[in-house]
């Protein structure tokens, strides 16, 4: 009950593209759900948020969808560039976890020129 | 600034060697992480400190030994590790544990590589 599915655990785009990658829960505690992006040898970058208030989140070319009911939440980039290929990270946490996120299993997005 | 600072970027140690990796922030965050990340797998929790104090120990093994000395700073002791524990160490801090001030942020991590 606590695992985030997220799928698909690889993605390639053509540049100009949306890239779109689900996240699955079970947990319905769960209150938090951010995304996060990283690059090869680098820490994971806090990319975008979202807490079960609202539906959807935009910031810039990301926007995150969220469906409570079906207890699913994606990620959506739009006119996706070479420079967004990394792997993305979808997580999940709840206010008496003490901090812990439990993530997904990352997807590898290549956006190809 | 969301800046999390960690040192080494890179660490290779000997089975029997002691070493420290060492986190640092400015950003005024009372909880801290540190997590481990294996190739190609999300990271996984390993300690969280909330006010100084340990909160969270993920049933790490005992050549681990975390240590905030304050608000700042965060170091994990490493004393004879195994091979496989060779991985990219990284460090999170947040405003507070939970209670919807919890976004973390990563550090650039610490590569180390155990022979």
């Known amino acids: 009950q606590q695992q985030v599915k997220q799928s698909p655990q690889s993605l390639i785009v053509q540049k100009g593209g949306i890239s779109i990658i689900n996240c699955a829960y079970e947990?319905?505690?769960?209150?938090?759900f951010p995304w996060y992006q990283q690059f090869p040898g680098k820490g994971p970058a806090l990319l975008i948020a979202i807490r079960p208030d609202v539906s959807e989140k935009k910031e810039g070319r990301f926007t995150i969808s969220f469906n409570k009911s079906a207890k699913q939440f994606s990620l959506h980039i739009m006119d996706s560039q070479p420079g967004d290929s990394a792997t993305y990270f979808c997580?999940?946490?709840?206010?008496?976890?003490?901090?812990?996120?439990?993530f997904g299993q990352g997807t590898e997005l290549s956006v190809k020129p | 600034d969301t800046e999390v600072t960690q040192t080494p970027k890179h660490l290779v140690m000997g089975m029997t060697n002691k070493k420290s990796l060492k986190c640092e922030q400015h950003?005024?965050?009372?909880?801290m992480y540190w997590y481990k990340q294996k190739a190609k797998k999300p990271p996984e929790l390993m300690f969280v400190?909330?006010?100084?104090?340990?909160?969270i120990n993920e049933s790490v093994p005992s050549r681990f030994s975390p240590e905030c000395p304050n608000s700042s700073l965060l170091n994990l002791h490493l004393h004879a590790l195994q091979p496989e524990d060779s991985a990219l160490y990284l460090c999170a801090s947040s405003q507070v544990v939970g209670g919807g001030l919890d976004e973390q942020y990563f550090g650039p991590g610490t590569r180390l590589t155990v022979t």
């Open positions: 997580a999940a946490s709840f206010y008496n976890q003490g901090g812990k996120l439990i």
């Open positions: 950003m005024g965050h009372r909880a």
């Open positions: 947990n319905t505690a769960f209150d938090y």
């Open positions: 400190y909330s006010y100084e104090k340990l909160s």
